[in-house]
Every structure is written in structure tokens, then in C-alpha cells.
């Protein structure tokens, strides 16, 4: 049974910086890609990033690129979200989700990020 679990949330100042982690368990083998999406207040879960489990390809919301980072050390099942200059609009529960073979995929439960001053 694959399990995803993240953690690294927290409260943070505008301009601070985060590290989210997802750490995977259970059949990584059939991993796909990973990936980041955050759901604000009233708002609709919106992607934020994501990878392929291989590490070859990543690719970002235009809302994150040049201040987020996704990545996976190759010898981890745990992919993480670098996340810099951070803005009052990023707060959000992050959710880590997993691509599995056969069009499956697992979410984590989330961590709540807050970007306030």
C-alpha cells in the first residue's frame, strides 16, 4: 500500500523560506512523477510543481517558478519542495501527490504553510 507523508509546514515571515518534505512508502517501483498542489481558503487545489519520479523533468506553476524548487535524491523516497521568497499568497495546505502506473494516484494529507508577517 503506497503512503504518502508530508511535513515542513509551518508559519514563515514574507520573504522567508521553507522546506516541504513527502516522504513515499510501499511500491515506489511504480511511481510515475510527483507532485505539489496547494489549496488556500475557499479556493479551488491548484497545482504547484511536480517531477518525474526518474528526476529527468520538472515543471512549475508561473506562480512558483524562480522561488520554488522540486526535487527527489536519487537513494530517498522523499521528494521536496524548496520554497523561497515566500508571499502572503502562498499560504495554503500543500499536498503531495504520487503518479502510479496504471493512471492511479495517492495523496498525502497535507501541511499547512502561512505566509504572514
Known amino acids: 500500500q503506497v503512503q504518502l507523508v508530508e511535513s515542513g509546514g509551518g508559519l514563515v515571515q514574507p520573504g522567508g523560506s521553507l522546506r516541504l518534505s513527502c516522504a513515499a512508502s510501499?511500491?515506489?517501483?511504480?511511481?510515475?512523477?510527483m507532485g505539489w498542489y496547494r489549496q488556500a481558503p475557499g479556493k479551488e487545489r491548484e497545482f504547484v510543481a511536480r517531477?518525474?519520479?526518474?528526476?529527468?523533468?520538472?515543471d512549475y506553476a508561473d506562480s512558483v517558478k524562480g522561488r520554488f524548487s522540486i526535487s527527489r535524491p536519487r537513494t530517498l523516497n522523499t521528494v521536496y519542495l524548496q520554497m523561497q521568497n515566500l508571499k502572503t499568497e502562498d499560504t495554503a495546505v500543500y499536498y503531495c501527490?504520487?503518479?502510479?502506473?496504471?493512471?492511479?494516484?495517492?495523496w498525502g494529507q497535507g501541511t499547512q504553510v502561512t505566509v504572514s508577517s
Open positions: 501527490k504520487a503518479n502510479i502506473v496504471g493512471g492511479h494516484e495517492r
Open positions: 517531477m518525474r519520479w526518474s528526476g529527468d523533468t520538472t
Open positions: 510501499g511500491r515506489t517501483v511504480s511511481f510515475v512523477a
